[in-house]
């Protein structure tokens, strides 16, 4: 009997995880998990075996992460085809003369749409490769598992060769039924549906109690699957453990079943004990034909924030007003006496708001979200703070910014952050957990009301997105290539690195002006000869032309200064003939010479 037939008329047991069984059975942590099914086939099978005895009807391959991007972190990017077809004939070898289907495991490739394109990686020929060598060894079914988009599913699901072989889509999926981008999982079912699979459901992410809540939202018109992991692990001794006892995870399987689960198994943390004590709790279940929706009434989301009391620079732009920005970083100790004095003189002589760096070249420096905060309830200043992805994971990320939306702040520039090891504190270590461009992703997704797992937020931020630009690049096509990224991910508006150049800025409008985003070109003040060459030769993304370096050589030190003012006031007139705004960097605290440019900025 085919699967499909039999979900028809009785719950089917699956398996549970693979990985947790061989880092329990000493399997370093470090080692590619799916290379086993080469140098160790026997440990590989064994597994298979202990989970078929305990009545799992659906074994899958090992196989989660056999593509070629995953596969590369170890060198074995080469190796795909040789470790896809090694694993299925393990699993089928496993299942010969069982009553076992043998599933092959594809997981998504662990890196964002933009990682991809910038490593010029084709997504669609890497899940190709994969399934064209399971399906070789003649797995029984394709089992998508623990996509957390529908974007990277519809990728694999298109990618797949021709084959009656039956298809699973499952999603990693918080209990209140949206995925990442917002989608209802309700929906992503129905397009995995109309691309060719014939069951749908949930894995990983959520404990059994957690599952049945997601189960308890969707309705049974589709065949569903049930993977969860065994609870909420705890980090224990440089490893996770799992709390979950069988039993009670049998428990909560009859449960699911209850709520319309017809493929019940077990991700992350189970093991043959989990699987044996559900196969016992749902022999002889038929499946629920109709059921009650559990239907939760979220709050709409807010137009936005109640305290978001800030007027929009784009708001000023879009009133024919020119905005100027001044970059003050926040000081690099606690006494903040001369910073204020700065802020409250940049804004005197016309600074539209005041724009904080975020641990600026991985040198410590107070918070920006206090200083910020500082500004804005002391004296009414406009903060625009930058956000690093350096520093903090994705929950920290949101976290700042929901800050950031209860203070009241608006104006955010999401980077991606200069190493940690470059800075003062080289023995730090940087998170990266996303770019500069998943984070205007995320950003853009709190203003529609929903963090970056999909949780309702029951209000939508309502902050202005934007976006750095380095003009000076060598290859400045491409740098005009990831602006257009970003702008597409949700930036509003772009600030660019210290320019020295006006044929430059000409050439960044000619450039650009297909994006109709406002582009705040940077102007930094140059004070002597001997900063425009440690700017030139010390720090990333500057160029200092060299007519202009020839131009402070030339003066004495006393005039460098002048000189340098002058230099600034030919870029910010350039900038302003271009463009409707123009950023000001205050060097190293020295807000004077800004104030002045502020004040030219106003009356030109």
Not at 146 to 170: D, G, H, K, W, Y
Not at 228 to 234: F, Q
Not at 282 to 306: D, F, M, N, W, Y
Not at 485 to 514: C, N, S
Request: net charge negative; proline share 5%; glycine share 8%.
């Amino acid at each position: 009997m085919e699967l499909l037939e039999e979900l028809e008329s009785r719950i089917v047991c699956g398996d549970g995880a693979m990985g947790t069984l061989l880092l329990d059975r000493g399997v370093p942590v470090d080692h590619c998990l799916e290379e086993l099914s080469v140098s160790e086939p026997d440990r590989v099978r064994a597994i298979h075996e202990e989970y078929i005895a305990a009545g799992a009807r659906v074994i899958e391959t090992n196989t989660f992460g056999a593509n070629a991007v995953r596969l590369s972190r170890f060198g074995f990017e080469n190796r795909v085809v040789e470790i896809n077809k090694a694993a299925a004939r393990i699993a089928r070898k496993a299942a010969h003369g069982k009553d076992v289907w043998v599933a092959g495991s594809v997981g998504p490739l662990g890196i964002s749409a933009n990682e991809a394109e910038e490593r010029g990686i084709n997504r669609a020929d890497c899940f190709r490769e994969q399934i064209a060598a399971l399906l070789e060894e003649d797995v029984d079914l394709i089992f998508f598992e623990t996509f957390m988009t529908f974007e990277e599913m519809e990728i694999a699901l298109r990618a797949r060769p021709q084959s009656n072989c039956t298809v699973l889509s499952l999603f990693a999926c918080e209990p209140e039924g949206r995925l990442q981008s917002g989608m209802p999982l309700v929906d992503a079912f129905a397009h995995c549906r109309e691309l060719g699979a014939a069951i749908v459901g949930a894995n990983c992410l959520n404990g059994p109690h957690a599952m049945v809540q997601l189960l308890q939202r969707l309705p049974v018109d589709n065949l569903l699957a049930a993977y969860p992991n065994a609870g909420y692990p705890r980090y224990t001794e440089g490893r996770y453990v799992y709390p979950t006892d069988p039993d009670y995870f049998a428990n909560a399987a009859r449960e699911m079943a209850a709520q319309g689960a017809r493929l019940i198994g077990g991700c992350c943390g189970t093991t043959p004990s989990h699987i044996a004590a559900v196969a016992k709790a749902i022999a002889g279940l038929t499946p629920v034909r109709s059921k009650t929706i559990r239907v939760v009434q979220e709050p709409l989301p807010q137009k936005k924030v109640a305290t978001q009391v800030e007027e929009s620079l784009l708001d000023k732009i879009a009133s024919g007003k020119r905005v100027v920005i001044c970059e003050l970083d926040p000081p690099k100790t606690l006494v903040l006496e001369k910073y204020f004095a700065g802020a409250q003189a940049l804004v005197k002589a016309g600074c539209d708001a005041i724009t904080l760096a975020d641990n600026s070249l991985a040198i410590l420096r107070i918070s920006n979200l206090a200083v910020g905060a500082m500004l804005k309830e002391r004296f009414d200043i406009t903060p625009l703070l930058h956000l690093s992805c350096r520093d903090r994971n994705v929950l920290g990320l949101q976290s700042e910014l929901l800050g950031m939306a209860a203070l009241g702040m608006r104006h955010v520039l999401p980077l991606t952050g200069d190493p940690a090891r470059v800075g003062d504190h080289p023995g730090a270590k940087s998170v990266y957990d996303v770019a500069s461009i998943e984070l205007i992703s995320i950003i853009k997704q709190l203003n529609a009301g929903f963090s970056q797992a999909g949780k309702p937020l029951r209000a939508k931020t309502d902050f202005v997105i934007g976006c750095t630009f380095n003009p000076n690049a060598k290859n400045l096509y491409a740098q005009v290539q990831r602006l257009e990224r970003k702008v597409a991910a949700g930036a509003q508006f772009a600030m660019t690195q210290p320019v020295f150049d006006v044929r430059l800025i000409e050439e960044t409008q000619r450039r650009t002006q297909h994006l109709r985003i406002p582009i705040f070109t940077g102007v930094w003040p140059l004070l002597s000869s001997r900063q425009a060459e440690f700017l030139h030769h010390e720090v990333p993304g500057i160029i200092v032309p060299d007519e202009v370096r020839a131009r402070l050589a030339s003066v004495g030190e006393g005039e460098a200064r002048a000189e340098g003012a002058k230099i600034a006031e030919q870029m910010v007139s350039a900038a302003l003939a271009h463009f409707p705004g123009v950023y000001l960097i205050t060097p190293f605290l020295h807000y004077e010479m800004t104030t002045e440019l502020a004040k030219f900025a106003r009356s030109i």
